[in-house]
Structure formats: structure tokens, C-alpha cells
């Protein structure tokens, strides 16, 4: 089995389209054509892990942050990421990062953290915007059932919110006329032909137009289907930041604090004061989520729990919205299970390790 094919699992999975528009998430530093020897799985890069890749025959590392995130004039060994990239180069050991794709994916980052809290009925509490396209396409009558299932398994009529196999069909009559050189499906040269057709409309994720159009044009009898793509403005709820959902039974403030403390084996657990005395809907996001404090509220969320939360972020909420602080790494630690996991159903032949490595670079006393 060759790197590549590990990549390709995971983004299927998290595709890299996926990614805000800040990131660096993907292959770091490597050849994706080698043999794959094992991964090992981390939620960042040190020196330290690669050293445990190269010690356990693991050459590839698969990573929650990115070890590159802004380009390079030189690579030395004046900083921890230049070593990081010299020892990696120098072992033939490749670098991934699935980072806010893996975020913003259906069953990611924060699909993870929802599930160890015991939340039910999760969805994406920002969908992300300017994600999916329509597809319209005329078909005639005997094939359009051949064409639409050819799309479903290209990926499209998929909502996201738990639907699949999405469609729209109306009758109509297409015309042409065929001419010099062609191989019509229906009709005669230079004559004007009616077919009775289907028009069908569908949506799609917009990285998946590619493949759907691919999969449109094998499928379609005509030699020259006619079809569109249409932006949508309405966001995706396949896919966004953070999530949302409800514990099965509400519980006082101060039990989820703890469950939150116990969860997360968070040493010191930050958190603003809250009026409303037992929490029922949570909303989340790994890392950095403090940017969807308004977006919790919005969706009647009765606490957030995010990995930071600056000082004046916690003003404001205190009748409205029990705000926690748990710590970036406290919140995305599982991030290291969830790779294994996509990458064993993948590829379950290949030795998989999670880092023993804790990189969390900050300490409590």
C-alpha cells in the first residue's frame, strides 16, 4: 500500500476543500508514492515525534495541526519546525495535516467531542456557506432513472442533514436536430427531432463537480447532455463549524462543569457565570471556537465549551450562556483516535500508533 492511498482515505473523509481559508491542511513534506510502513497518529509535530516515527518504522505522520502553516525562504535547524522538517526529509518520513477540514467534516473534530459528552441530536451549528451547487440536467424519459442513480453515487442529492438520494424530476420536450457526423441516441440527420425528456436538478458539495460531471456524461445517452451548475447561496448543513445538541436529560450547571472536567481530563477548567441553573442544549468547537459564541446563543444553546475563550469574550453572556474554556489541546486530544479510526477502516492492514508523545506545550501548576 503506497502513501497515497492513506491520503486519499482521509480525504475522503475530510476533503481538503473543506478547510477555511487560513489553513495549510494536507501533505506537509513527502513522497506519496512510497510504501507505507505504518502511521503514526498526533495531534501536533515535534522533533519528539518524528524521533518516535522513526523509532517505531512509521513513515508517515498523520497530524491534527499543521506543522507548516506560512511558506518557507530556508529550512535550518534554527527553529523546531526546521529540525521537525530536517529530520522527517532526511528519514523519508511524510507529514499530513487534516486540520479544519477534519473540523468541518460530518463525524469530525467536533462530531468527536460531542459524542464522548453523551450529546444526542447533533448537527452543525454554522453550516459552511457557498458550499453546495446545483445540478440541472435534461434526460430523456427511458434513462433518467439510470442518470439520477449514476449521480447519487457521484455524491450528490446528499443534505447533510440526513438525507441522501436528493432530487427534483419534471417532464417536458427537448428538441434538436442532429447534424453531420454525429451518432444522435434518438432521431435523424438533418431533421428536427422532439424527445421526451426529464428534468432533473440535484444538489452537490461543490468539490464533488468534477466527479459529477464525469459521472453525468458516462451515464447519459445523449453525445452533448445538456446541463448546469448553479451556486447556492444557503449554507451546507453537511458541513461548518462547530456543532450543537442536547444532553438526554438537563442537568445543573455545576454536574456539567464536572462531566466536562472528567471528560476532558482538564486540570484547570475555565468558565463565566450562568444564571439559568441546569444545561440541556451544548454547543461546541474544538481549539479556537470563541468566534461562534454568538452563533451558540443564536441556535439556544444553554452552555458552549470551546478549547479558548479570551478575557472579553466571557462579558456579556452571563443570563444567557454558560461559556467553558477547557484548553486547545484538552479539547482536541481525541482528534488522535478519530485519524485511526478513519484510517483503520480504510486500510485495515496497516500498522496504525498513537503518539505516546504529549505535546500540549502548555503546563498547569
Given at each position: 500500500m503506497k502513501i497515497k492511498e492513506v491520503l486519499d482515505a482521509l480525504e475522503r473523509f475530510?476533503?481538503?476543500?473543506?478547510?477555511?481559508?487560513?489553513?495549510?491542511?494536507g501533505l506537509q513534506v513527502g513522497l506519496t508514492d512510497a510504501e507505507v510502513t505504518g502511521a503514526l497518529l498526533c495531534l501536533d509535530v515535534t522533533e519528539a515525534v518524528v524521533d518516535e516515527a522513526l523509532r517505531e518504522g512509521c513513515n508517515l505522520?498523520?497530524?491534527?495541526?499543521?506543522?507548516?502553516?506560512?511558506?518557507?525562504?530556508?529550512?535550518t535547524d534554527a527553529d523546531y519546525t526546521g529540525r521537525c522538517l530536517l529530520k522527517a526529509i532526511g528519514g523519508g518520513v511524510a507529514i499530513y495535516a487534516a486540520h479544519t477540514n477534519l473540523d468541518n467534516a460530518p463525524g469530525g473534530v467536533n462530531f468527536e467531542m460531542a459524542r464522548r459528552l453523551g450529546l444526542q441530536?447533533?448537527?452543525?451549528?454554522?453550516?459552511?456557506?457557498?458550499?453546495?451547487?446545483?445540478?440541472?440536467?435534461?434526460?430523456p424519459r427511458a434513462e433518467a432513472g439510470k442518470v439520477r442513480e449514476a449521480l447519487f453515487a457521484a455524491g450528490c442529492g446528499t443534505t447533510g442533514g440526513g438525507y441522501d438520494c436528493c432530487s427534483f424530476a419534471a417532464e417536458g420536450m427537448g428538441t434538436f436536430r442532429p447534424g453531420p457526423g454525429t451518432h444522435p441516441y434518438c432521431g435523424r440527420h438533418g431533421?428536427?427531432?422532439?424527445?421526451?425528456?426529464?428534468?432533473?436538478?440535484t444538489i452537490l458539495p461543490a468539490y464533488l463537480q468534477g466527479r459529477a460531471e464525469a459521472a453525468?456524461?458516462?451515464?447519459?445517452?445523449?453525445?452533448e447532455p445538456a446541463y448546469d451548475f448553479y451556486r447556492l447561496a444557503q449554507g451546507w448543513a453537511g458541513a461548518g463549524s462547530g456543532v450543537v445538541g442536547v444532553l438526554p436529560e438537563p442537568v445543573p450547571a455545576e454536574d456539567f462543569l464536572q462531566k466536562v472536567k472528567e471528560v476532558f481530563a482538564v486540570p484547570c477548567l475555565r468558565y463565566g457565570g450562568f444564571s439559568g441553573?441546569?444545561?440541556?442544549?451544548?454547543?461546541?468547537?474544538?481549539?479556537?471556537?470563541?468566534?461562534?459564541?454568538?452563533?451558540?446563543?443564536?441556535?439556544?444553546?444553554?452552555?458552549?465549551l470551546t478549547g479558548e475563550i479570551k478575557y472579553h469574550e466571557f462579558f456579556g453572556w452571563e443570563d444567557r450562556l454558560l461559556l467553558?474554556?477547557?484548553?486547545?489541546?484538552?479539547?482536541?486530544?481525541?482528534?488522535q483516535q478519530l485519524l485511526q479510526e478513519i484510517v483503520k477502516q480504510a486500510c485495515p492492514s496497516l500498522p496504525?500508533?498513537?503518539?505516546?508523545v504529549r505535546t500540549n506545550p502548555i503546563h498547569y501548576l
Open positions: 475530510a476533503p481538503l476543500p473543506l478547510q477555511d481559508g487560513f489553513d495549510n491542511a505522520i498523520v497530524a491534527h495541526h499543521p506543522l507548516l502553516f506560512h511558506g518557507r525562504k530556508r529550512i441530536r447533533v448537527e452543525v451549528l454554522k453550516p459552511k456557506e457557498e458550499m453546495l451547487l446545483k445540478l440541472v440536467t435534461y434526460v431533421e428536427l427531432h422532439g424527445e421526451p425528456e426529464v428534468r432533473i436538478e453525468l456524461r458516462a451515464a447519459h445517452p445523449y453525445e441553573g441546569s444545561v440541556r442544549r451544548v454547543a461546541l468547537c474544538g481549539g479556537a471556537g470563541a468566534f461562534l459564541i454568538p452563533d451558540a446563543a443564536r441556535a439556544g444553546a444553554d452552555a458552549f467553558l474554556e477547557a484548553g486547545h489541546y484538552e479539547t482536541e486530544q481525541y482528534t496504525t500508533r498513537l503518539t505516546t
